[in-house]
């Protein structure tokens, strides 16, 4: 059984950092590419950033510059560094991840819980 599993979200004034990270664990033939979405109330999810098993990175032009998606591939964790952080980006954020789960399968996608992220005054 395959889970991802964030944290790091919180409270954080304008112009801050935060760190989130998404830890997979479970059995797997491949984990592909894994990515942050971002939901605030009222709107529609949205791709935040992902990254391939070759580190390709891909950004929302609403973060570009400002934050960062890596993965340890030993600990089949992903991270989104977030500096300058603004009013605008408060929202739920989600781990994502495309897994094949043996050679003969389709890959699928998996999502983790969320995580709140709050920057406000």
């Known amino acids: 059984q395959v889970q991802l599993v964030e944290s790091g979200g919180g409270l954080v004034q304008p112009g801050g950092s935060l760190r989130l990270s998404c830890a997979a664990s479970?059995?797997?033939?491949?984990?592909?590419?894994m990515g942050w979405y971002r939901q605030a109330p009222g709107k529609q999810r949205e791709l935040v950033a992902a990254?391939?098993?070759?580190?390709?990175?891909n950004y929302a032009d609403s973060v570009k510059g400002r934050f960062t998606i890596s993965r340890d591939y030993h600990k089949n964790t992903a991270y989104l560094q977030m500096n300058s952080l603004k009013p605008e980006d408060t929202a739920v954020y989600y781990c994502?991840?495309?897994?094949?789960?043996?050679?003969?399968?389709?890959?699928?996608?998996?999502w983790g819980q969320g995580t709140q992220v709050t920057v406000s005054s």
């Open positions: 990254i391939d098993r070759g580190d390709n990175t």
């Open positions: 994502n991840a495309d897994i094949t789960l043996t050679y003969y399968s389709p890959s699928s996608y998996y």
């Open positions: 479970g059995s797997w033939f491949s984990l592909n590419v």
